[in-house]
Every structure is written in C-alpha cells, then in structure tokens.
C-alpha cells in the first residue's frame, strides 16, 4: 500500500506517506498548494545510510517497532508469556474518520493489531493523535509501552515544565544531546514536578519568534514524555501512559488505546502555539460551554478562617466579600463531620453537626441572599485513616490487603474501580447537590498513589478512568454544576480532566510574585478564563513574603479573578482598592476571557509581561519582580496590537507618591492619557515609571474611532 495521505486544517498541511507498509510523516507546516502532495519526488526524503548501520537505517516513522530494525526507544513495547516480543506491523487498512483518518497496521506472527488516528482541527490546526493495540493472538499480551505517536523532528532545544507544590509550572530550558531525556509522573495525577507537556523548538526562540513544537498528553495519571535523539543525528518525540509492572495485560480481544496526544506548530514563537492552543481549548476541549459565559468573581474561604468553622463569622465574611463584589462563595475544607485538622473525616460527606447544628443550608441560603453562588469543596477520591468511612470499610482502601503503605495527608485512596464504593460516594455527593442550593464544587486531590492495586492487580489505568467516570455521572445529574479541578494546587492540569470541568486550581500559591510566573507557563496550554487566581493575605502562608494589594489583585484580575484571604482584616483603603479592582474586572471580563493573550518579551529580565488583545481594545500588564538592572526602564513595547489602530492609553494604576522612586514621571506615569497607533506602541513602546521590585503597571488601550 503506498501513497500520500494529506490533511489540512489552520492554514496548515500534514502530509503522511505510506512507504514500504509504514506511516511517515513527511511535511507538517503551512499549508501546501493543492495537489502538491502529488508531485513531490520521493527523493527528496531519503538519507544516506552510514556505515556501522543497519542495511536500511534506523527506521523512524509516526509508530516506529524494534522488529523493523528501530534501535532507539520503540513506540511499542509488548511480550507474550512464552517469550515472544518481537512486532512487525505493516499497513493494513486505512480509514477516514472525522478531520482525520485511522490507518490499521497488523503483524499476524505476533498477534498484533495496532491502529494510529491522526486528526487536525480545521479551525486550529491542532493535531491529535492516539495509538490503540488489539490483542489479536490466542493468550495474553502484555503491554509495557505504547505511545501515542511518534513525531520526528529538526527541533532541539526543549521547553520543559517541572516544580514542586507552591511552585507549579517552573520552566527549563536546554539543548539536546545524544541519548534520550524524559520526564516522569508516578504519582497518578499529572503532577506538580513534571506534568504531561513539554515545548521543543529551534534553538533560541521566543515568545515571538522562533518554529517550534507542542504537545500536551491528555491524561490524568502516570505518564512519560520523551525527547531522543537517535545516533543518526535525528529527533523524536514521544508520549503515552505509564503502567505498573503487569498492569497492561490484554486478553484475547482486549484493545488498549492510549490518552490523545494533542499538537500545535508555529513558525511565530510561542504566542504562535497560544494562537493555536487558546481556540482549541475554548471550541474542542471545552465544547464552548463557557463562551460568553460569565465567570464569577470568586471569594475562598480557605486562606480567610482555615479549619476554624464558625458560622456568624463566615456570614459575616461573606456580607465583606459581596460588598467588595464577589460572586461565588465557595466553603472550603473544614465543614464536615469532625473536620478540625487534615488528619480526620474524609469520606464523611456530611456537615458537622457540632459548627453547623442546622446544616450547610441557613449559611447557603445567607451566601444566596446576598446575590452570590454558593459553593463547596470535596476531596471524595480519599479518606481519612481516620473516618467513619474507612472504620465501617477497611477493605475500601486502594492497595494490597494486609500491606501497610505511606499515608499523605492523613489520607488513603478509595478504591474508586470498584462499583459499590464509587456508588457510595456519588450517593453523599448527590445528597448534598441535591439538597442544598449548591453551583459550584471545588474538587480536590492531597495525595499521591503509591500502592495502586484492587484486587491484587496494578489499577492506576482504571482509578483515573473510575474518576473520570465519577465526574461525568454527576455532571449528568447535576448538569448545572460546575467544577473546578484542583490537586494540592496545580497537581491535575490537563486537556482530559478540562474535558469535564470549568476551572483549573492553578496553585495554592497565592504569592504574586510566583504567581506571576506559574500563570506566564501556564497560559502557554490554557486561556485565561479557566485559571484560577486569587487575591491572597497581604503575607503569603506559602513564601513568608509580603506584598501590595496592588500586585495581588492585579495579578489575579487577568484570570478566573477571586478572593481568598479574610477581607475583614484588609485596611479601608485596601478593601476600596480590591473593589475597584474587582469592579475594573468584571468590567473588562469579555476582553479577559474572550481576548488573544499575547505574552510580552521585556528588556529587564526581572519582569513579566503581557497583553490581552481584543477588537479595539487592550490591556496590558507590566510586573516588576526583581529590582531593575538598569536606573531607568526601557520602553514597554507591545506586541500583538492592531497597528493601524489608534489607540487612547491610560496607566491604571499610577504611582500615588511617584518622586519616591524618581525625580521626573513621564505623563502617562501620572495617569494621563497618550495616544498612538498599534505600531508606534509595538516599536517605541510605553514609557514606564521607575518600578520596585514587586510593583506593577496595568495599562488600558481604547481604539479611538
């Protein structure tokens, strides 16, 4: 079977070629004339094949097999009990499907029957791919690897995203060399240190320029990406699902198919990717549900009263939070049966009788008279060793019977793929949703799993799917309902878990000045309007650090805005500035949330920047996180602007004592307006005022018409 497949989508083309019975990638970029895929000379892509070598090379393909005389990392890595391990696909069959085509490979002597799906989105021209293997033999087979694809390619400096709690996001960068690098997650979420996506591109790009390359996993567990660079000089690049030892075991007839591997290029830098990317997430992932939609101001009760529940006091909190404009409510950990410390009580999905003798439902009521939502935060994967739940229910545990294993939290994993357990916790939570007027649940996660069994089998595959499916049952009870995913902060970030949720908790770092950074990585994969971001305390729990409540709220006013500190003990002139702030924010919600998000490169290192870009109008955010390298601060140059447009512009926030920190202010320092074209404001820039480390300047651009 030869030919060329070509798909198109986004301005761009993917042309896969089908050679000696083997899918290869031969173009994926701007989009070709039609009919060229017809004359390219098969010439074009051969290599010279050295010495020291196989006959025909290394043979890299979009599923490249050992067998076929690969000798880098497979795509397939599979065994039978009697020894057999070896894997020969070739084509098959190919298929159309929706934007796409599935191409089938098979190897009869192995018992193999594998099938690739590669899909481009004729909007976005984002790629996906997914990777299935049918057990087509007589007896087991045991899968150890399956990625969803493998993509070759020229670029080498990878973008990676590691951190820790607190601390989400943390980007590195580096060349690749010889051999292969990768990154990890064991902990059956996608992780705070290493989560499921990664940028590769020529070496030196930016934020505007630069081709580059990026994928992101959709999965919710253990996974594994991986950059090598085969010894002929070239690149690939792969991702799939981790197992545990044995977990991935196929009957006869069985098929296993791997996360979606979603794809984006640009030839224009990273914002090139976010172009892409943004789109993709609000239409496909997020099926638009939230297009228009407002996204309600946010107060958190967690950073405010803790585990220490008293219900006047968190009345009369909430009567502060909707004066200063919130919207949602949303009780946070404490409120349930015995809850005064995280060592105690998860599992028992009922309120504590002792802070809440009349239940949740006279503070629900109280938080709804005062024109916001009520909402309520859960952990319902876990409980606490200690518990009703687990005392009535030792064997619910997920693990090995009789073996005792670490504890995170104070807490265990439920065994949630067995149905009488998952049964029992959609029964407490649909009680609650169905008896209390409830709009919003923040779903969290505390722990890692570490002994991932149920009956006496490896089971982090099937408790991911059983949490999925958890969710989406009630959803579909309670399709009113949204849901917010969050794992110790930013510890499950994902396009799967989006799939069925409305926000991501981006961080329990309420800290600006991290802040800062851990949004900049994350809106490289995900709009605005799904980022969680609070204003904190004035001193952080997680940094011991202080700052403005300038730089906190206008930190948090470019995502899904919100509140969580008790903002009863904010000074008047703070509780006036975060109204203003949360006024300014619902104001501009639909260029928030709607805009193209356009990150800055700024002349000072220590800075972050960006911009949000709608049909005449901007707003853009300068935030000094480090003291300056330099006196005075070059001009903030914006890009991404309409540059025919002239535009009014206006520094929000000027400095209220600005000869502290310079002799002379420029005019728009002092917040009066300047106006000029996209261009001029992308090439001059905006003069600055002299900025402290962790001081900010929030512009507004109005097109003048």
Same mark, same amino acid.
């Given at each position: 079977?030869?030919?060329?497949?070509?798909?198109d989508?986004?301005?761009?083309?993917?042309?896969?070629?089908l050679?000696e019975? $083997?899918?290869?990638?031969e173009?994926?970029?701007?989009?070709?004339?039609?009919?060229d895929?017809?004359?390219?000379?098969?010439?074009?892509?051969?290599?010279?094949?050295?010495?020291?070598?196989?006959?025909?090379?290394?043979?890299? =393909?979009?599923?490249?097999?050992?067998?076929?005389?690969?000798?880098?990392?497979?795509?397939?890595?599979?065994?039978? +009990?009697? @020894?057999?391990?070896?894997?020969?696909?070739?084509?098959?069959?190919?298929?159309p499907?929706?934007?796409?085509?599935?191409?089938?490979?098979? =190897?009869?002597?192995? !018992?193999?029957?594998?099938?690739?799906?590669?899909c #481009?989105d004729?909007?976005?021209?984002?790629?996906?791919?997914?990777?299935?293997?049918?057990?087509?033999?007589?007896?087991?087979?045991?899968?150890?690897?399956?990625s969803?694809?493998?993509?070759?390619t020229?670029?080498?400096?990878?973008?990676?995203?590691?951190?820790?709690?607190?601390?989400?996001?943390?980007?590195?960068?580096?060349?690749?060399?010889?051999?292969?690098w990768?990154s990890?997650?064991?902990?059956?979420?996608t992780?705070?240190?290493?989560p499921?996506?990664?940028?590769?591109?020529?070496?030196?790009? !930016?934020?505007?320029?630069g081709q580059?390359?990026?994928?992101?996993?959709?999965w919710?567990?253990?996974h594994?990406?991986?950059?090598?660079?085969?010894?002929?000089?070239?690149?690939?690049?792969?991702?799939?699902?981790?197992?545990?030892?044995?977990?991935?075991?196929?009957?006869?007839?069985?098929?296993?198919?791997?996360?979606?591997?979603?794809?984006?290029?640009? =030839?224009?830098?990273?914002?090139g990717?976010?172009?892409?990317?943004?789109?993709?997430? *609000?239409?496909?992932?997020?099926?638009?549900?939230l297009?228009?939609?407002?996204?309600?101001?946010?107060?958190?009760?967690w950073?405010?009263?803790?585990?220490?529940? =008293?219900?006047?006091?968190?009345?009369?909190?909430?009567?502060?939070?909707?004066?200063?404009?919130?919207? $949602?409510?949303?009780?946070?950990?404490?409120?349930?049966?015995?809850?005064?410390?995280?060592?105690?009580?998860l599992?028992?999905?009922t309120?504590?009788?002792a802070?809440?003798?009349?239940?949740?439902?006279?503070?629900a009521?109280?938080?709804?008279?005062?024109?916001?939502?009520?909402?309520?935060?859960v952990?319902?994967?876990?409980?606490?060793?200690?518990?009703d739940?687990?005392?009535?229910?030792?064997d619910w545990?997920?693990?090995e019977p009789?073996?005792?294993? +670490?504890?995170?939290?104070?807490?265990?994993?439920?065994?949630?793929?067995?149905?009488?357990?998952?049964?029992?916790i959609?029964?407490?939570?649909?009680?609650?949703?169905?008896?209390?007027? #409830? !709009?919003?649940?923040?779903? /969290?996660?505390?722990?890692?799993?570490t002994?991932?069994a149920?009956?006496?089998?490896?089971?982090?595959? %099937?408790?991911?799917?059983?949490?999925?499916?958890?969710?989406?049952?009630?959803?579909?009870?309670?399709?009113?309902?949204?849901?917010?995913?969050?794992?110790?902060? @930013?510890g499950r970030a994902?396009?799967?878990?989006?799939? *069925?949720?409305?926000?991501?908790?981006?961080s329990?770092?309420?800290?600006?000045?991290?802040?800062?950074?851990?949004?900049?990585?994350?809106? #490289?994969?995900?709009?605005p309007?799904?980022?969680?971001?609070?204003?904190?305390? %004035?001193?952080s729990h997680?940094?011991?650090?202080?700052?403005?409540?300038?730089?906190?709220a206008?930190?948090?006013?470019?995502?899904?805005?919100?509140?969580?500190? /008790?903002?009863?003990?904010?000074?008047?002139?703070?509780?006036?500035?975060?109204?203003?702030? #949360?006024?300014?924010?619902?104001?501009? $919600?639909?260029?928030?949330?709607?805009?193209?998000?356009?990150?800055?490169?700024?002349?000072?290192?220590?800075?972050?920047?960006?911009?949000?870009?709608?049909?005449?109008?901007?707003?853009?955010?300068?935030?000094?996180?480090?003291?300056?390298?330099?006196?005075?601060?070059?001009?903030?140059?914006?890009?991404?602007?309409?540059?025919?447009t002239?535009y009014?512009?206006?520094?929000?926030?000027?400095?209220?004592h600005?000869?502290a920190?310079?002799?002379?202010?420029?005019?728009?320092?002092?917040?009066? %307006?300047?106006?000029?074209?996209?261009?001029?404001?992308?090439?001059?820039?905006?003069?600055?005022?002299?900025?402290?480390?962790?001081?900010?300047?929030?512009?507004?651009?109005?097109?003048?018409?």
């Amino acid at each position: 079977m030869q030919g060329t497949l070509r798909l198109d989508g986004g301005g761009q083309t993917l042309l896969i070629a089908l050679r000696e019975g $083997r899918p290869q990638l031969e173009y994926w970029g701007q989009a070709l004339p039609a009919g060229d895929e017809t004359r390219l000379d098969p010439g074009l892509f051969e290599r010279a094949i050295p010495h020291g070598m196989l006959d025909r090379g290394e043979r890299l =393909d979009l599923a490249p097999e050992a067998g076929h005389g690969f000798t880098a990392t497979p795509s397939l890595a599979a065994s039978r +009990p009697g @020894g057999g391990f070896i894997s020969q696909g070739l084509l098959r069959e190919i298929e159309p499907v929706e934007d796409g085509v599935r191409i089938s490979l098979a =190897d009869a002597a192995a !018992g193999i029957a594998r099938f690739l799906t590669v899909c #481009i989105d004729p909007q976005t021209g984002v790629a996906a791919f997914r990777s299935e293997v049918t057990n087509a033999g007589a007896d087991v087979l045991q899968l150890d690897w399956l990625s969803a694809v493998a993509l070759p390619t020229v670029l080498d400096e990878v973008l990676a995203f590691g951190g820790r709690w607190a601390r989400e996001f943390a980007s590195h960068r580096f060349r690749l060399g010889m051999g292969a690098w990768s990154s990890e997650s064991r902990t059956g979420r996608t992780s705070h240190h290493a989560p499921p996506f990664l940028v590769v591109g020529e070496p030196g790009f !930016g934020e505007h320029h630069g081709q580059v390359l990026a994928v992101h996993l959709a999965w919710s567990g253990d996974h594994r990406l991986l950059v090598e660079r085969l010894r002929d000089g070239r690149l690939q690049l792969q991702a799939g699902e981790l197992f545990w030892p044995g977990e991935m075991s196929l009957d006869p007839g069985e098929t296993y198919a791997t996360p979606w591997l979603y794809a984006a290029r640009s =030839d224009t830098g990273l914002n090139g990717l976010s172009d892409r990317l943004h789109p993709f997430v *609000r239409e496909r992932i997020l099926e638009g549900r939230l297009k228009g939609k407002t996204r309600p101001v946010h107060f958190n009760t967690w950073e405010a009263v803790y585990f220490r529940h =008293d219900e006047a006091e968190l009345k009369a909190l909430a009567e502060t939070a909707a004066s200063v404009g919130a919207e $949602r409510f949303v009780l946070d950990d404490g409120w349930f049966k015995g809850r005064n410390d995280d060592t105690t009580s998860l599992g028992d999905w009922t309120p504590d009788a002792a802070k809440y003798p009349n239940g949740l439902k006279p503070l629900a009521d109280h938080v709804r008279s005062l024109g916001m939502e009520f909402g309520l935060w859960v952990e319902p994967e876990m409980a606490n060793a200690r518990s009703d739940l687990l005392e009535a229910h030792p064997d619910w545990i997920l693990g090995e019977p009789g073996r005792e294993q +670490p504890l995170g939290r104070g807490q265990y994993v439920l065994d949630l793929t067995r149905s009488e357990i998952a049964d029992e916790i959609f029964r407490q939570l649909d009680r609650l949703l169905s008896d209390l007027p #409830i !709009g919003y649940l923040k779903w /969290d996660m505390n722990r890692d799993l570490t002994h991932p069994a149920s009956a006496g089998r490896p089971a982090s595959h %099937a408790q991911v799917h059983a949490v999925y499916a958890l969710i989406d049952r009630l959803r579909a009870a309670h399709p009113g309902v949204e849901i917010e995913s969050c794992a110790s902060g @930013g510890g499950r970030a994902d396009y799967e878990i989006l799939k *069925r949720t409305d926000r991501i908790w981006t961080s329990d770092c309420n800290d600006p000045i991290e802040r800062q950074s851990i949004q900049q990585a994350f809106s #490289i994969f995900f709009p605005p309007e799904v980022m969680g971001a609070h204003v904190g305390p %004035a001193d952080s729990h997680t940094t011991a650090r202080r700052a403005s409540l300038k730089l906190r709220a206008f930190t948090a006013l470019f995502g899904h805005m919100g509140i969580e500190a /008790d903002v009863r003990r904010f000074p008047p002139e703070d509780l006036e500035a975060l109204a203003a702030a #949360i006024s300014l924010h619902k104001s501009l $919600r639909p260029l928030l949330h709607a805009g193209r998000l356009v990150r800055q490169a700024p002349a000072d290192e220590g800075a972050i920047a960006f911009a949000v870009v709608g049909e005449g109008e901007a707003m853009a955010s300068f935030a000094q996180l480090e003291t300056p390298t330099h006196a005075a601060p070059a001009p903030f140059r914006i890009a991404g602007l309409e540059p025919d447009t002239r535009y009014e512009i206006r520094l929000l926030n000027p400095p209220r004592h600005p000869k502290a920190s310079m002799k002379a202010a420029p005019v728009l320092a002092t917040g009066e %307006a300047v106006r000029a074209t996209g261009r001029l404001v992308a090439e001059v820039g905006l003069p600055l005022p002299v900025l402290r480390a962790g001081e900010i300047a929030v512009f507004h651009l109005k097109a003048v018409r």
